[in-house]
């Protein structure tokens, strides 16, 4: 902006110097590298999206919501409806779990040394592989009880959730203003009320969005549930010990084992679809959600 | 904060009716209840990561022990010979984690510093809401779209270096494309903690926008760019399912560039479900190192990220 603007409203000033010639040279080469790296990185995204449309679109019926899954054909209706329960019991286990821890590390922990241990190992199960949280759940659930099951599944899931709750619920919490607590206490009000009242209220807005922004990231997770919830063509109301069909999974198995089926294949772009519309619906109420905060 | 409730209580006592003083012993019960719960489930962290560790070394100590050093070195991975051999995986986890960040480096530093300094006013907060909702898209469509578009495009336009279209070269660019929204939005995010009085400042002693970034802006987050840069390698190592549909899952070490191969979590996913005995135990080892390595890079990059959030709070 600045040399532009000396440059052109101004040409007296801008010497014929060779080194200035360079700088202006040298910023013009890298901002066009910079378009072009944004131009770059959108068209990939772009391609992305416009075939997850096209081919999901062209696939999409009634049935595909109303069928359950079949060798040929059918839809996905079971799969839908077990990663709906899933993703609903994991989030409420995540959600209880991850606000009371988050509630200890704000309120309680501080700056004290296990607290900063505990934040640091949550921060870097945050961002752990999620292959390895099935592997995890395998080896505790699955292996001794002998089969695979949706319980395996939801705790596969919470385990992934878990982090990201803990993360946003201390943060938020953080935010509350310490004045706001002082004057609860002074009230005469104990410190389990005040955090429950006070600071709850305060934070309620922002630990909603983490919640549905770590549910946004657990229903389109597929690598954890190979090992634990597996899949099944059959649908399954909430018989949590047995397989559960899930989405992920199918999109899976359509696109590898029986990607030799044409309508596999255009069933598995369907359910990609309906999973990114979702997850792409759940991180924008999200951030409607943490924008209301605000305003 | 509120540490004077408990202290004070014995003085709430003097002039309290019974009903008071049973309604103060009752909230400080729970008071004690409802810190001590809290703490449990925080600790449940810990505990967490800890049975991670311990049930992937337990599980996977009979591969580890038949196998020793040999599981690392060994360049084939045959389950019908029961040889387990973690070489082409690692070579494969290494080789794609390499070419995508190379390539998603400085793509997202492009795409960072135009958000940040060149874009116009009015496009800034789309477009940044697009970076950030881009990067929740789940990986299972990245690699669906790596196997149904862009490994056949490489084929049939490419076909001396892609043979097959799948490959390694091919999950990384997959990889890449995948986490340049996750890097870029770090790096925005990273870039907009430099007080605008010191870019200014910097613009009006006449600098161009490239010098305002790379003298003012980079050196007071190199640990936050370090750190963004970091944690987009940790997910490119641990990454599953973008990686599994395009890999090849070649399990013969063939230490070339664009050819076909596999890497760790691309193996487990690949042979797990129908594994028992040796292989699932090797298999559990091969997880148990993926977290290892995942661990400590991740540890690496929240070192230097919590350090820049010490120094510059938002």
């Known amino acids: 902006m600045t040399e532009r603007t000396m440059s052109e409203s101004s040409p007296h000033l801008t010497p014929s110097n060779p080194v200035y010639r360079r700088r202006r040279l040298f910023n013009r080469v890298v901002m066009a590298f910079c378009m072009a790296a944004a131009a770059f990185g959108i068209i990939w995204l772009l391609l ?14 009634l049935s595909v919501f109303t069928e359950r899954t079949k060798m040929t054909g059918g839809g996905l209706g079971n799969a839908i409806l077990g990663s709906l329960i899933m993703t609903t019991l994991a989030t409420i286990v995540g959600t ?31 961002s752990a592989p999620s292959i390895i949280v099935g592997l995890y759940i395998y080896a505790i659930l699955v292996l001794p009880s002998g089969h695979f099951s949706g319980w395996a599944g939801v705790a596969a899931l919470a385990v992934l959730i878990i982090p990201v709750v803990i993360r946003s619920t201390e943060d938020m919490l953080k935010l509350v203003p310490n004045s706001l607590r002082e004057a609860a206490s002074a009230l005469g009000a104990h410190r389990w009320l005040v955090v429950c009242k006070v600071c ?36 399954n109301f909430f018989d949590l010990n047995s397989e559960m069909p899930n989405l992920p999974m199918t999109l899976y198995q359509n696109m590898t084992i029986n990607s030799f089926i044409p309508r596999q294949v255009e069933l598995a772009w369907a359910g990609a679809l309906i999973l990114t519309v979702a997850i792409l619906l759940l991180n924008i109420v999200a951030r409607v959600v943490s924008e209301r905060r605000k305003g | ?77 045959a389950a019908n010979l029961d040889r387990f051999g973690a070489l082409p995986a690692i070579y494969g986890t290494l080789v794609t984690s390499g070419i995508a960040i190379a390539i998603a480096v ?53 076909p001396t270096i892609f043979p097959a279209g799948t490959g390694l070269a091919t999950a990384g660019l997959i990889l890449a494309v995948m986490i340049i929204p996750f890097i870029t939005a770090i790096t925005r995010d990273v870039m907009l903690t430099v007080p605008p009085m010191v870019r200014e400042s910097a613009y009006g002693l006449g600098c161009t926008t490239w010098e305002v970034t790379r003298s003012v802006i980079f050196p007071s987050v190199k640990g936050g760019l370090v750190g963004g840069v970091i944690l987009g390698l940790g997910r490119a190592l641990g990454e599953t399912m ?6 090849g899952n070649n399990l013969f070490f063939n230490p070339t560039v664009t050819g076909q191969g596999t890497s760790i979590a691309a193996l487990i996913a690949n042979q797990f479900p129908e594994a028992d005995g040796l292989q699932r135990s090797a298999l559990l080892a091969l997880g148990l190192m993926l977290f290892v390595i995942t661990f400590i890079v991740l540890a690496i990059a929240r070192v230097m990220l919590n350090r820049m959030d010490r120094r510059a709070p938002k």
């Open chain 1, 48 to 61: 992305i999206l416009f075939s997850l449309v096209t081919k999901g679109a062209s696939a999409l019926e």
């Open chain 1, 96 to 126: 209880i779990v991850g606000v009371a821890a988050g509630t200890w590390l704000a309120e309680y922990g501080g700056k004290s040394r296990l607290a900063s241990f505990i934040r640091f190992i949550n921060d870097v199960l945050l």
């Open chain 1, 200 to 235: 709850y209220s305060g934070a309620r807005a922002g630990i909603i969005t983490g919640i549905l922004l770590g549910c946004a990231r657990i229903s389109g997770e597929t690598a954890p549930l190979i090992f634990t919830s597996l899949n099944s063509n059959q649908w």
């Open chain 2, 1 to 77: 904060m509120t540490q004077s409730t408990s202290g004070a209580s014995e003085d709430v006592t003097l002039g309290a009716t019974p009903t008071e003083q049973s309604a103060v012993k009752r909230n400080r019960r729970l008071d004690g209840l409802f810190e001590h719960t809290t703490r449990g489930f925080a600790l449940l962290v810990l505990l967490l990561l800890g049975t991670i560790m311990m049930s992937l070394a337990i599980s996977g100590w009979p591969a580890l022990s038949e196998f020793g050093w040999h599981f690392f070195t060994e360049d084939r991975w």
């Open chain 2, 106 to 158: 400085p793509v997202s530093m492009g795409i960072a510093i135009f958000l940040t300094e060149k874009c116009p006013a009015a496009l800034r907060r789309p477009l940044g809401t697009t970076v950030e909702l881009l990067a929740g898209v789940p990986s299972i469509i990245y690699g669906m779209w790596g196997v149904e578009v862009l490994a056949p495009f490489l084929q049939s336009h490419f």
């Open chain 2, 242 to 247: 973008a990686v599994t549909f395009v890999i």
